[in-house]
């Protein structure tokens, strides 16, 4: 009876043992850690569409720009009696504009415009097209109009057909005056003011 007693007794010694030894032999159990390792996913910033915009300086229907040239100051005003809608690059494109001029120091001289020029420049989305030729007025009197305040000049440029794959045009224009020196003199004093408005064309 005691033989067998502690025969099972070192059997359940051996066995516990042989339990405790196959447990160490399996290393750390997952959870024991008490952390988990998961994969971090980047997103890539999807890029945003460029938007530009394109200038229309006659999107309400009109401008008025203030220049100078030497004792005279000029205002320009600009408009089309054809709507900006219809400003497409084959359609024929009215532009109108008038100027008036003061002086600073004025003494009764006269001012005058002895010539207006238009240079146009085109332009698309890849860069500079083929432009119409320049468009100039020449004053038919001399020494030219008369743009003193009362009086002004107004004149209309007809702008051609452009290239299809126009998306605005960028007008140039060049105003040469004669100031009489005096009120009473005969000669003058050449005076020339550059300005520009840039419109949209319609697609």
């Known amino acids: 009876m ?13 066995l516990g043992s042989a339990l405790i030894l196959a447990l160490s032999g399996c290393g750390t159990a997952p959870w024991a ?3 988990t390792s998961a994969a971090t996913t980047t997103k890539t910033p999807t ?9 229309n ?36 494109k009215p532009i109108s504009f008038s100027l008036i001029a003061a002086l600073g120091t004025d003494q009764g001289q006269g001012v005058y415009l002895s010539r207006v020029s238009l240079v146009v420049a085109v332009t698309g989305p890849a860069g ?25 000049y107004s004149q209309t440029f007809i702008l051609p057909a452009i290239d299809p794959a126009a998306t605005s045009v960028t007008l140039s224009f060049t105003y040469e005056l004669l100031i009489q020196t005096t009120p009473t003199s005969g000669t003058y004093a050449k005076q020339t003011a550059s300005d520009q408005v840039t419109i949209a064309i319609a697609q």
Not at 2 to 12: F, L, P, S
Not at 68 to 89: K, R
Not at 132 to 138: C, I, N, R, V
């Open 47 to 55: 890029p945003k569409a460029t938007i530009t915009s394109i200038v």
């Open 33 to 35: 850690t008490g952390t």
């Open 128 to 152: 500079s097209l083929d432009a119409p030729a320049p468009l100039s007025d020449q004053s038919t009197v001399a020494p030219g109009y008369d743009i003193k305040s009362p009086y002004s």
């Open 2 to 14: 005691i033989r067998t007693g502690c025969t099972k007794a070192a059997a359940t010694v051996a």
């Open 57 to 92: 300086e006659l999107a309400t229907g009109s401008a008025q720009h203030q220049l100078q040239a030497g004792d005279a100051a000029l205002t320009a005003n600009y408009w089309s009696n054809l709507s900006m809608d219809q400003w497409t690059a084959d359609a024929n």
